[in-house]
């Protein structure tokens, strides 16, 4: 018995064959991926999703960074604020500084004591501070997304952020996303 | 042929130890050898870790008074 194949066949196999290498494309990178969503700005948390990124990159894991509500606001450079901001939006960029060095931490704070001390201690230690790890991230190829509805939310403006190579705004779809084809997803 | 290479990273806390190693080895050729000294206690754990995960080779790990000395061989081009 002979079988003959038309050509909407052979396009059909083609098609079949291309979902597969995509499916396959998807499972290995499922395999060695970290999604972190980053949703408190408190200096000790920072700190541990840092770590937590830049140790997952060094292991060759591909790391997706989903930085939203108090952590947007945590990523902003030191300096004034932006221009043509309402007064509300003023008014939480001036209770909510930019800068590394003016985030709380979450326990033993102090009114900034604490936070100095911890400094201090970090620096006699050695241990990498949040600004080093930041660069580290982005210089291991961290992807940074953004929450589009946390910037319009508090008025932050993308100039405000500190300077990251890999960054881009996003929605829910998009964490989603990647985070279904992560494996493993940690909230911060 | 295989390099040896020492590389010290005495005094350097987690996650800088690893990360250190990453860079290192993105420049190095596959089988080139690397001899990293750490004082980090998490370093006898992290960098088994981390050489399974990338499939590098740990070759030998010392621990001697404090200084955790790892043999680690190039394996891929994974990272």
Redesign the interface.
């Known amino acids: 018995m002979t079988i003959t194949f038309g050509e909407s066949d052979v396009n059909r196999t083609g098609h079949v064959s291309k979902q597969i290498e995509d499916l396959k494309r998807q499972l290995a990178a499922k395999e060695n991926s970290l999604s972190l969503v980053v949703f408190s700005g408190e200096l000790d948390k920072m700190l541990a999703a840092f770590t937590i990124a830049t140790g997952a990159a060094a292991c060759g894991m591909k790391v997706s960074m989903f930085l939203t509500f108090w952590a947007t606001a945590a990523m902003k450079k030191s300096g004034p604020q932006a221009a043509g901001k309402g007064f509300v939006e003023r008014l939480f960029g001036w209770m909510l500084p930019g800068g590394f060095t003016k985030q709380k931490l979450s326990k033993l704070d102090m009114f900034g004591i604490g936070r100095r001390m911890m400094f201090r201690e970090m620096a006699r230690k050695n241990v990498a501070n949040l600004e080093q790890l930041v660069e580290t991230a982005d210089e291991l190829g961290v992807e940074f997304y953004v929450c589009e509805s946390s910037m319009s939310l508090m008025g932050i403006q993308c100039e405000e952020l500190v300077a990251l190579s890999n960054v881009k705004c996003c929605g829910v779809a998009t964490f989603l996303q990647r985070s279904a084809l992560s494996n493993t997803t940690l909230f911060i | 042929m295989s390099l040896t290479n020492e590389e010290d990273l005495s ?6 130890p ?2 250190h ?3 290192l080895f993105k420049e190095l050729e596959i089988g080139e050898e690397i001899t990293a000294v750490a004082t980090d206690p998490a370093f006898h754990l ?1 960098v088994e ?2 050489c399974m ?2 499939g590098n080779e740990l070759l030998e790990l010392v621990e001697n008074e404090g200084h955790l000395t790892a043999k680690i061989r190039k394996a891929n081009n ?2």
């Open positions: 005094g350097m806390r987690c996650p800088m690893i990360v190693l990453a860079k992290d870790t981390w995960r990338t994974s990272e």
